[in-house]
């Protein structure tokens, strides 16, 4: 009668068993982990490349168990070009923050989405920049205080955020583009099962698959974690809203 | 042509004259080879499109003119903290900015002294023939592979556009060092692949660049390339490099006609300089005349190579329209300093 337990739930193969260096309440730890459940989803860790960015994110290749190249700021998209071009075969994601992705390197995402280039990008949207300090970013939201924006962000003054997600989705290059969050468990879970399916578009060689993953920065917010987990429900999520906005499979 | 030769495979470029000729034919003809041409959406891209590619160990190659390398300054400092190989063609024109399309040498100094930020150099070759282009091309990526630093060909319009003879020597592949360090995806190793240039322990950076500055000595020692034409007897010793070196030929023939002892020492390698041909020819002759296609470049390298007692005269003129100078233009320089 001793049957074989099935194993439900454990550590992520593709994710080293370290402990990180993210803030208190961050949830990079969150995120880099569903997008390690997400490899091992697909059994493809072994053949899988990552392109880190610089930002918090920059240490990727200190959590994630895989290849790993380092691009500079905004560059992922294009790095992650060359390499895919050359490993046809692979799995290749890119890991951007929202001062990489939608400032210094608007142009190299719009084009990467736009040739369709067969990669996963994951991008973290915490409204402001993390590891410089906390400056205005190209998605901190109207009237928000950063240390650039000391008075709140001024949209005649610093123009409005933009939603990469909507952005990219009208690019005919893009095959699958949604935006989640990690704020409540009903979230996390939806955002399990996108990065899953972006990844999913990556395996099936369909094409470019994006995901916007809102994420709290409670350190540079200056909230505690409970507060910066609320701010993203009651702040965010209005303006950047979640579901997906392209699918070319329906 | 001696790229493909090489067997370069990958092309990230973008256009820019005088150099689209590069592109043009790089895209006509990689496709056929099972190669993968891309026209990114700018030099920033395509440089770091090369920088991917060479992470993932293929040899790949991108090409540009002076404006838009200075727009890959960024790739190419990453690339050499990263220690990837790879072979940029700059096919340079006349600046600052927007300048002109006509030939220039005004970016020795961004060439060979770093370009970007860091201290860092690139492996530099001055071609002065169509099949220099041809040869350098290849002996570029062989060098950027065997020190995994970026290699930079260094032409102008004039090079860049010349029509003339050329033998494509098929490549002969030489013994490089297996690109054990390129991410491929773990595919069963225990072992991750790292490709960063960011080293934030307690002296990391430090033993890093002292690594990469132990590869640039190993390059001075071993891979200096030069041209010496009739530096035997000569009494005054020209130098140029490129299409300056040239015209600088056919001015030296016409003094030689005219009972001048003068001879040209062309340096082919920028970086590596060839500092010691500098001693060794100046220890004898004692007058140097440097040429070049801008307001004075080189000729801080050539001062610092030759010996104490040694004169080093320039003659340039800064890049524009109309700036080449003609043999006999040269001939009255070598007269002048002939005598002196």
Aim: a negative charge.
């Amino acid at each position: 009668m001793n049957e074989p337990m099935e194993k439900v739930f454990g550590h992520p193969v593709s994710l080293k068993n370290v402990q990180t260096h993210f803030c208190p309440g961050c949830q990079h730890g969150t995120i880099h982990r569903l997008v390690a459940e997400a490899i091992d989803h697909f059994g493809v860790q072994q053949r899988t490349i990552g392109v880190a960015s610089v930002g918090c994110s920059v240490f990727l290749y200190g959590y994630f168990d895989i290849d790993v190249v380092e691009a500079p700021h905004g560059r992922a998209p294009a790095v992650a070009t060359g390499v895919k071009r050359v490993h046809q075969d692979r799995i290749v994601f890119t890991y951007q923050g929202d001062g990489d992705l939608a400032a210094i390197g608007t142009s190299e995402i719009i084009h990467a989405a736009n040739r369709g280039e067969k990669m996963t990008v994951i991008f973290v949207n915490n409204t402001t920049y993390g590891m410089t300090g906390g400056q205005m970013a190209p998605t901190t939201l109207p009237g928000q205080r950063t240390v650039t924006s000391p008075y709140g962000r001024d949209v005649g003054v610093d123009g409005y955020p933009i939603r990469m997600a909507e952005l990219l989705s009208v690019l005919e290059g893009t095959a699958y583009v949604a935006r989640v969050a990690v704020n409540s468990p009903k979230n996390l879970l939806q955002a399990g099962k996108v990065i899953r399916r972006a990844f999913e578009y990556q395996v099936e060689n369909r094409g470019f698959s994006f995901v916007e993953v809102l994420s709290a920065c409670p350190t540079n917010w200056g909230m505690n974690p409970l507060k910066a987990n609320e701010r993203v429900e009651s702040e965010m999520i209005p303006y950047f809203h979640l579901g997906t906005f392209k699918d070319i499979a329906g | 042509m001696g790229a493909i030769a090489a067997g370069c495979r990958y092309y990230f470029g973008y256009p820019i004259t005088p150099q689209s000729d590069i592109p043009e034919y790089m895209s006509r003809e990689l496709p056929r080879l099972g190669g993968v041409f891309i026209q990114a959406e700018s030099e920033i891209a395509s440089i770091n499109m090369l920088l991917g590619a060479s992470a993932s160990g293929a040899r790949g190659m991108t090409s540009s003119s002076s404006p838009g390398i200075s727009l890959k300054q960024e790739g190419l400092s990453y690339m050499a903290g990263s220690e990837l190989p790879g072979l940029i063609v700059n096919i340079c024109r006349s600046g600052p900015g927007l300048g002109g399309i006509d030939a220039s040498q005004g970016d020795y100094f961004q060439s060979v002294k770093g370009g970007g930020h860091g201290g860092y150099h690139l492996i530099v070759l001055a071609p002065h023939s169509v099949q220099e282009m041809y040869d350098l091309t290849i002996l570029g990526f062989d060098l950027s592979d065997r020190y995994r630093v970026p290699a930079m060909l260094l032409g102008d319009s004039v090079i860049g556009q010349m029509k003339e003879a050329l033998v494509p020597h098929p490549y002969e592949a030489p013994e490089l060092p297996a690109k054990d360090w390129a991410v491929t995806g773990k595919g069963g190793r225990s072992e991750q692949k790292i490709v960063k240039s960011l080293f934030l322990g307690d002296g990391e950076l430090e033993a890093h660049n002292w690594r990469l500055h132990d590869k640039y000595r190993l390059l001075k020692e071993n891979e200096v390339r030069y041209e010496g034409v009739d530096l035997d007897d000569a009494e005054l010793v020209v130098t140029a490099f490129g299409s300056t070196a040239r015209i600088a030929k056919t001015a030296i023939s016409m003094a030689r006609r005219e009972g001048l002892k003068v001879g040209l020492l062309r340096p082919i390698t920028l970086f590596p300089f060839p500092e010691k041909a500098f001693a060794a020819v100046t220890a004898r002759c004692k007058r140097v005349l440097c040429i070049e296609l801008n307001a004075g470049q080189m000729v801080e390298d050539v001062r610092l190579s030759v010996t104490r007692d040694a004169d080093v005269h320039f003659y340039g003129r800064p890049p524009g329209a109309g700036s080449l100078p003609t043999p006999e233009e040269l001939l009255e320089q070598i007269r002048k300093y002939y005598k002196d």
